[in-house]
Nanobody, 119 residues
């Protein structure tokens, strides 16, 4: 199995920045794609950003402010968040699509990291 862990969440003021990291661990796996989701209390989980062979893409609400990256050599990705707004407050989840030993592509989820934007 592939274990996914997010880090870098915390409290930041409006207009501030934060960088989230997603680390994947296991044996003989290859990451095919990575995505970041977020969920606020009482709301549905939404896709914020993703990256694959087709390149990166972003939700309209974060375009121009967030940047997603992936380093397959380190099995780690990042989400750089700039100009944060209170509406960005949520638990952020990393989703990794990976194949183990030439097996099928499978989705793996992290447990999430809290991001709070408040003055």
């Amino acid at each position: 199995q592939v274990h996914v862990v997010e880090s870098g969440g915390g409290l930041v003021q409006p207009g501030g920045s934060l960088r989230l990291s997603c680390a994947a661990s296991g044996s003989a796996f290859t990451i095919k794609a990575m995505g970041w989701y977020r969920q606020a209390p009482g709301k549905e989980r939404e896709l914020v950003a993703s990256i694959s062979i087709g390149g990166p893409n972003y939700a309209d609400s974060v375009k121009g402010r967030f940047t997603i990256s992936l380093d397959n050599g380190k099995n780690m990705g990042n989400l750089q968040m700039l100009s944060l707004e209170p509406e960005d407050t949520a638990v952020y989840y990393c989703n990794v699509i990976a194949a183990i030993a030439s097996g099928p592509n499978v989705r793996y989820w992290g447990r999430g990291t809290q991001v709070t934007v408040s003055s």
